[in-house]
Nanobody, 121 residues
């Protein structure tokens, strides 16, 4: 059974940092392209970032470029998202997902339950 469990969210002040983790089980994380998505209250799901399976290639939404960093530890079967210089607009539930489609796709069905990030002073 494919399972993705996110953790690391919390309450942080603007300008702060968090590192989100996504523990994968039931499949080999390193064999898959992976995405991070987020959904703010009352808004649609937003694609955030993607990491390739075989190469270190990464991609980011314009809204997080230069502030967020996606990475993976295949030995630990874990995906990460480092969030720096957080803004109030980054407040959302963050999900990891097995990637489908092109960049920007938000219809991934294989995703976790999410971890909440709240940026507030």
């Amino acid at each position: 059974e494919v399972k993705l469990v996110e953790s690391g969210g919390g309450l942080v002040q603007p300008g702060g940092s968090l590192r989100l983790s996504c523990a994968a089980s039931g499949f080999t994380l390193g064999a898959y392209v992976m995405d991070w998505l987020r959904q703010a209250p009352g808004k649609d799901v937003e694609w955030v970032s993607r990491i390739d399976s075989e190469s270190p290639n990464t991609w980011y939404a314009d809204s997080v470029q230069g502030r967020f960093t996606i990475s993976r530890d295949n030995a630990k079967n874990t995906l990460y998202l480092q969030l720096n210089n957080l803004k109030t607009d980054d407040t959302a539930m963050y999900y990891c997902a097995i990637a489908i489609g092109g960049l920007g796709t938000t219809s991934q069905t294989q995703r976790g339950q999410g971890t909440q990030v709240t940026v507030s002073s």
